[in-house]
T-cell receptor, first 112, second 119 residues
Framework: AQSVSQHNHHVILSEAASLELGCNYS??????LFWYVQYPGQHLQLLLK??????LVKGIKGFEAEFIKSKFSFNLRKPSVQWSDTAEYFC??????????FGAGTTVTVRA | DVKVTQSSRYLVKRTGEKVFLECVQD?????MFWYRQDPGLGLRLIYF???????EKGDIPEGYSVSREKKERFSLILESASTNQTSMYLC??????????????????FGPGTRLTVL
């Protein structure tokens, strides 16, 4: 089965700090990569996605991710977090179909 | 905007009960999915459907069944609920085409989730 690994279970940081969440995926043909976010009490929503082209992908709310094929990685970054970025973040992939495989998730807590 | 709704936000059932979770999407999407979300495990696919009356097992189908009688509605059924099925259940939909038949969004749209507790 295709797998996605997220390096950190829980990240705690202060406002204005930089954020980087690691994501690695297993090799398996065509790779489409996603980062989803789930704010407290809200539904899962898409932050950004990569299908092809420029490996540096920009998403909503100032997030970006870089696809590094040689490292099988798709790390999420934000240069300066806000308290409102407190959420759970999920990396996911599809391959030759539209079925998503998710990582275990990373809880991000931003302290004011 | 795509809207995916689920029949309940919170549900409490007893062991052995038959449980129905309903999901409705309003974007005429062909594909619908049921996931369960557990801490430390992320989201795991239970079942999905790519057309009316069609269903495919996901990664963890045991103890569940599904029904898709209409394109907009996808139901998850727990035939005999057990305590290890206490979880958050998320429904999602995915369209092969975008608005007005244009390119697909290439993303799944999620409902708000149903938190099921089985006592």
């Amino acid at each position: 089965a295709q797998s996605v690994s997220q390096h950190n279970h829980h990240v705690i940081l202060s406002e204005a700090a930089s954020l980087e969440l690691g994501c690695n995926y297993s090799y398996g043909g065509t790779v489409n990569l996603f980062w989803y976010v789930q704010y407290p009490g809200q539904h899962l929503q898409l932050l950004l996605k990569y299908f092809s082209g420029d490996p540096l992908v920009k998403g909503i709310k100032g997030f970006e991710a870089e696809f590094i094929k040689s490292k099988f990685s798709f790390n999420l970054r934000k240069p300066s977090v806000q308290w409102s970025d407190t959420a759970e973040y999920f990396c996911a992939r599809t391959s030759n179909d539209y079925k998503l495989s998710f990582g275990a998730g990373t809880t991000v807590t931003v302290r004011a | 905007d795509v809207k995916v709704t689920q029949s309940s936000r919170y549900l409490v059932k007893r062991t052995g009960e038959k449980v129905f979770l309903e999901c409705v999407q309003d974007m005429d999407h062909e594909n619908m999915f049921w996931y369960r979300q557990d801490p430390g495990l992320g989201l795991r696919l239970i079942y999905f459907s790519y057309d009316v009356k069609m269903k495919e097992k996901g990664d963890i189908p045991e103890g569940y069944s599904v029904s898709r009688e209409k394109k907009e509605r996808f139901s998850l059924i727990l035939e005999s609920a057990s305590t290890n099925q206490t979880s958050m259940y998320l429904c999602a939909s995915y369209g092969d085409r975008g608005l007005a038949g244009g390119p697909p969004y290439n993303e799944q749209f999620f409902g708000p989730g149903t938190r099921l507790t089985v006592l």
